[in-house]
């Protein structure tokens, strides 16, 4: 994938609610096929990172490109939108939806498509992530862990033409927040296995050390609007950088305090 446009570049991205600045002229480039984990403390602006490059929500200054193209539109506004996926951090799901019509959804809106044919791709895609014969249930039918994997299926989901860019960009959400150490190791298993399978780029955010070492290659830690610290998950492991150490030690002192943002 040389020559091709970077998946994300964006130039002194900010994003403020009222008074609060949460992204301050943040320069962050992620080459196709990278994978990224952002890390940094509850309310640092993580999710709103991805919502942004997610087209949910619109930056107050600064520029965004994916896939080297300008985003200047809320995603559904966008004639040609790039193939952005973000798996969000509960499964959310609609709950009126049976788990085949949740899945298919993206397809469903291309008219070109058979019924038939979005079947048999949604029934491929939940068998990629272990889930057999629960196409009609509703997803309140289903267990928690069960629904996280149907969210990772609708983000597997991909028809050669719908996109000009058949990699996408592939979002995480604290993908693994809240599970036991053997649930994350599946759902870490899950995320690989999905951008392999779609030749992605990924973003990861996550507070869980083994998602993060397992699923990415660098690491940027975000604090107070600004990215302080990126670098390879070897040097993550091993910097003393009062930031990442803080982090990573889940020390109280440090130079990230509660009151700051
Ligand atoms: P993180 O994912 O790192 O925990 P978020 O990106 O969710 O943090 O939020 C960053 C900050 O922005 C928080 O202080 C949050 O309260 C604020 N925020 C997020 N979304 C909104 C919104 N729609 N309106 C007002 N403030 C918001
Ligand atoms: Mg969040």
Same mark, same amino acid.
């Given at each position: 994938?040389?020559?091709? $446009?970077?998946?994300?570049?964006?130039?002194?991205?900010?994003?403020?609610?009222?008074?609060?600045?949460?992204?301050?002229?943040?320069?962050?480039?992620?080459?196709?096929?990278? /994978?990224?984990?952002?890390?940094?403390?509850?309310?640092?602006?993580?999710? =709103?990172?991805?919502?942004i490059l997610a087209g949910l929500i619109l930056? =107050?200054?600064? !520029?965004l490109s994916i896939f080297?193209e300008k985003q200047t539109y809320l995603r559904l506004d966008q004639n040609n939108p790039p193939d952005v996926?973000?798996?969000?951090?509960?499964?959310?799901?609609?709950?009126?939806?049976?788990?085949?019509?949740?899945?298919?959804? %993206?397809?469903?809106r291309?008219?070109?498509?058979?019924?038939?044919?979005?079947? #048999?791709?949604?029934?491929?895609?939940?068998?990629?992530?272990?889930?057999?014969?629960?196409?009609?249930?509703?997803?309140? #039918?289903?267990?928690?862990?069960?629904?996280?994997?149907?969210?990772?299926?609708?983000?597997?989901?991909? #028809?050669?033409?719908l996109y000009k860019n058949?990699?996408?960009?592939?979002?995480?959400? !604290?993908?693994?927040?809240?599970?036991?150490?053997?649930?994350?190791?599946?759902? #870490?298993?899950?995320?690989? $296995?999905?951008?392999?399978?779609?030749?992605?780029?990924?973003?990861?955010?996550?507070?869980?050390?083994?998602? %993060?070492?397992?699923?990415?290659?660098?690491?940027?830690?975000?604090?107070?609007?600004?990215?302080?610290?990126?670098?390879?998950?070897?040097?993550? $492991?091993?910097?003393?950088?009062?930031?990442?150490?803080?982090?990573?030690?889940? /020390?109280?002192?440090?130079?990230?305090?509660?009151?700051?943002?």
């Amino acid at each position: 994938m040389k020559n091709s $446009k970077p998946a994300v570049e964006t130039n002194n991205l900010s994003i403020s609610w009222g008074e609060l600045n949460v992204l301050n002229k943040i320069n962050l480039k992620l080459k196709e096929g990278e /994978k990224l984990a952002i890390v940094g403390p509850s309310g640092s602006g993580k999710s =709103t990172i991805l919502k942004i490059l997610a087209g949910l929500i619109l930056p =107050t200054e600064g !520029e965004l490109s994916i896939f080297g193209e300008k985003q200047t539109y809320l995603r559904l506004d966008q004639n040609n939108p790039p193939d952005v996926r973000l798996v969000f951090q509960n499964p959310a799901l609609l709950g009126s939806l049976t788990i085949e019509e949740n899945v298919g959804f %993206i397809l469903q809106r291309n008219k070109k498509l058979s019924k038939k044919f979005i079947k #048999e791709i949604v029934r491929e895609c939940l068998e990629e992530v272990g889930l057999f014969n629960i196409e009609k249930k509703l997803p309140n #039918e289903l267990s928690g862990g069960m629904q996280k994997r149907v969210s990772f299926a609708r983000a597997l989901i991909t #028809e050669k033409n719908l996109y000009k860019n058949n990699h996408p960009l592939l979002l995480f959400d !604290e993908p693994t927040a809240g599970l036991d150490p053997i649930a994350s190791s599946r759902i #870490e298993d899950l995320i690989n $296995k999905t951008n392999n399978k779609v030749k992605g780029s990924s973003i990861v955010v996550s507070h869980v050390l083994s998602t %993060i070492e397992r699923t990415s290659d660098k690491v940027i830690m975000l604090y107070g609007g600004k990215f302080r610290w990126a670098g390879s998950i070897d040097e993550f $492991k091993r910097s003393n950088d009062p930031y990442v150490f803080q982090f990573r030690n889940g /020390k109280l002192d440090g130079p990230m305090q509660p009151k700051e943002i």
